[in-house]
Structures are given as C-alpha cells and as structure tokens.
C-alpha cells in the first residue's frame, strides 16, 4: 500500500471514530447525571427510570421529567426533551445530550437536561 493510500485509510478511521456512535452514551443513574452534569456537558447519556410528569408540545418538544430512585431533592429528576413522548408512569430508557444552563426566555431557565433524547418504553 501507497504512503498516501495508508495516511488516507488512517486519516478515515481517526475520523469515523471521533464522530461517535449511539453506543457511546455512558448509562448514568439520575443522579449521577446531577453530580457529573459538569464532565458529561455534550455528551450523550443512558438512563433508565420512570416517568412522573409530561409536557407535551411545548416549543416544538416534549418535556419529560424522569426518576429511579436515586438522589436526593435536588437531584431525584431528570427533565429530557424529545420529539417522542411516554406517559406518566411509564418505565423508560432515554438516551440524549447533556446540555446546561438552557435559557428558553419568559422565564423558562434549565440548570441540566438532557436534550434530543430518543425514548423507549419498556
């Protein structure tokens, strides 16, 4: 193989592998996302839990609210956007990007979510 051929191929595969694949979200407890909110900013994360409180239709998104049983009152509820829904009750597994300190205007200001998340129900 050519030297350029080879820093093609290499060039390629650096670049494949720095675009990430949906099996790179790291699968995070709802706290843990809470307390790591910092180093995971932009990344793509796993959680699993169930929902306690939909907002459907709002700014082109829906907003969810998911816990599991971690944390403590600061750090028990994961809001998540997405264009898929669950309903209230549902167990899920959400994975999307960890985004701070979103600010909607009138008022709607977000310290954490997790945004563009794709929903499963289980």
């Not at 997405?82 to 597994?93: F, K, L, R, Y």
């Amino acid at each position: 193989m050519s030297v350029v051929k080879l820093i093609i191929t290499f060039s390629l595969f650096l670049f494949i592998s720095s675009q990430g694949f949906a099996g790179d979200a790291m699968s995070k407890t709802v706290e843990a996302v809470h307390l790591e909110k910092a180093q995971l900013k932009g990344k793509q994360v796993t959680v699993k839990g169930k929902v306690t409180k939909v907002n459907n239709g709002i700014m082109k998104r829906n907003f969810l609210h998911v816990q599991d049983g971690t944390g403590g009152r600061d750090t028990n509820d994961l809001i998540v956007t997405s264009a898929e829904t669950a309903n209230v009750g549902d167990q899920v597994v959400v994975t999307g990007t960890v985004v701070l300190d979103t600010d909607f205007g009138f008022g709607y200001k977000y310290p954490l979510l997790v945004e563009k998340s794709s929903i499963k129900v289980q």
